[in-house]
């Protein structure tokens, strides 16, 4: 993969459907690419351990641009990112097309000091998961979008009021649970941690019958009062 050096010009680069096999050596070489500013990356197979990934990723230095989506064996037994070794990174806009931890964000808001833009379409808790977060001011952070799974509201709150009080725009999607359906918590947690928040939208897919019920029986206090 060193012909990629040969290319000292390139501003941006997609790899769609790389062998895991390749990926180490590929993502190696871009440091020695000093204009890449975005980075396009999917796996055809499965990552073993995506800390990979983000070591190589994270050292680019004029990335702003950066979406990755490989797959794991397992998404649920998926573990955390360790960032320690990371210097910080240049990126402003984040998507992540693949599982994450929530256990991931302090580390990762520690390296990621400066992003516009963060998506992850596969967040992914515990029921157990009691963090410890501290607050980290992320002024220039404007959109989010999650794809929610074991992650419960009162988890999901945390989030909020650590990392994310200047977004503008929130889209989440949930699966299963109903704890995000009650009006009155999105109210406070609005009014509280979210100042400037413009655009809400959210999402909720259930698979039986009474998650649908318990759904629609607590969506209806959104409904304006007329």
């Not at 320690?84 to 580390?107: A, T, V």
Request: aromatic share 16%; glycine share 2%.
């Amino acid at each position: 993969m060193s012909f990629i050096c040969d290319f000292i010009q390139i501003e941006k680069l997609i790899f769609d459907h790389i062998n895991s096999i390749y990926l180490d050596k590929i993502l190696k070489h871009l440091i020695h690419l000093p204009k890449l500013h975005t980075l396009i990356l999917s796996s055809i197979d499965y990552i073993l351990n995506s800390t990979i990934i983000f070591t190589q990723v994270f050292r680019l230095k004029k990335l702003k641009y950066c979406k990755l989506t490989y797959g794991v064996k397992d998404n649920e037994n998926v573990l955390p990112i360790d960032f320690d070794q990371y210097e910080q990174s240049s990126i402003e806009y984040l998507i992540i097309n693949s599982p994450f931890r929530y256990e991931s964000f302090q580390k990762l808001f520690i390296y990621l000091s400066k992003p516009r833009h963060l998506s992850i379409n596969y967040l992914f808790g515990s029921n157990h998961s009691q963090i410890g977060f501290y607050s980290i001011e992320l002024k220039d952070l404007n959109y989010v979008f999650f794809d929610l799974h074991s992650i419960h509201f009162h988890q999901f709150e945390e989030l909020i009021k650590h990392f994310f009080h200047h977004i503008k725009v929130l889209r989440i999607s949930t699966f299963n649970d109903s704890s995000y359906s009650h009006a009155k918590q999105w109210e406070e947690l609005t009014s509280s941690s979210m100042p400037n928040l413009h655009i809400f939208d959210m999402n909720n897919s259930y698979t039986t019958a009474m998650h649908r019920f318990l759904y629609l029986c607590l969506s209806g206090q959104f409904r304006s009062k007329l």
